[in-house]
């Protein structure tokens, strides 16, 4: 079966740094959109970042971009969002998720495998 495993969240002090993992099994991974997704508590899942097969194409929300950087290594079935100047906004479970598609898409609702999430929390 398919399975999306992240790790390397944790708690850091705004400013600092975490770089998120995300290792896929179960799946074809060169098929699949890689997206990032985050939620905070008491807001709704909120895109941060994707990226398409071949990792030349990315797309980012508005709140992350020149902070966050999104890449794959498809010999290793792997995604990673590397976070840079993190703020306490940015605290919330930290989610990747796979689309079987071609073009990157922000809409949760289209994503067809998710992980179980990582926790980051920025602490001010």
């Known amino acids: 079966q398919v399975q999306l495993v992240e790790s390397g969240g944790g708690l850091v002090q705004a400013g600092g740094s975490l770089r998120l993992s995300c290792a896929a099994s179960?799946?074809?991974?060169?098929?699949?959109?890689m997206g990032w997704f985050r939620q905070a508590p008491g807001k709704d899942r909120e895109f941060v970042s994707g990226?398409?097969?071949?990792?030349?194409?990315?797309r980012y929300a508005d709140s992350v971009k020149g902070r966050f950087t999104i890449s794959r290594d498809n010999a290793k079935n792997t995604v990673y969002l590397q976070m840079n100047s993190l703020k306490p906004e940015d605290t919330a479970v930290y989610y990747c998720?796979?689309?079987?598609?071609?073009?990157?898409?922000?809409?949760?609702?289209?994503?067809?495998?998710w992980g179980q999430g990582t926790q980051v929390t920025v602490s001010s």
């Open positions: 998720a796979a689309d079987n598609v071609v073009v990157i898409t922000a809409s949760p609702v289209l994503y067809d495998y």
């Open positions: 179960g799946l074809t991974f060169t098929s699949y959109v």
């Open positions: 990226i398409d097969w071949s990792g030349r194409n990315t």
